[in-house]
């Protein structure tokens, strides 16, 4: 069993910066750790994720060059710090865990999600 918290969300304007924060507990070993991100009348979609197997990431097109991801590994925490942020950004976002940070119906565990807004 996994656990994700996830903290950080807010309200911006465009242009600006938010660092979501994911704590992770319980046996995550060799899953992604990841986001996704789910906006009013849309399908969630894969942000940003890292395969705790190789460190390799993926980033989505839309986020890329703009979000970066980071691991605090002694404190089990995800971070996604997002720069240059678009009214097309906003959504609520989820951290996940599983085989998969790309394909929803392969991530195994679910945060809560933490909304993030981006005001024109």
């Known amino acids: 069993q996994v656990q994700l918290v996830e903290s950080g969300g807010g309200s911006v304007q465009a242009g600006g910066s938010l660092r979501l924060s994911c704590v992770a507990s319980g046996r995550y070993g060799g899953y992604c750790i990841g986001w996704f991100r789910q906006a009013p009348g849309k399908e969630r979609e894969g942000v940003a994720g890292l395969y705790t197997v190789n460190n390799s990431t993926y980033y989505a097109d839309s986020v890329k060059g703009r979000f970066t991801l980071s691991r605090d590994k002694a404190k089990n925490t995800m971070y996604l710090q997002m720069n240059n942020l678009k009214p097309e950004d906003t959504a609520m976002y989820y951290c996940?865990?599983?085989?998969?940070?790309?394909?929803?119906?392969?991530?195994?565990?679910w945060g809560q999600g933490t909304q993030v807004t981006v005001s024109s």
């Open positions: 996940t865990a599983g085989p998969s940070c790309r394909t929803q119906a392969l991530v195994s565990y």
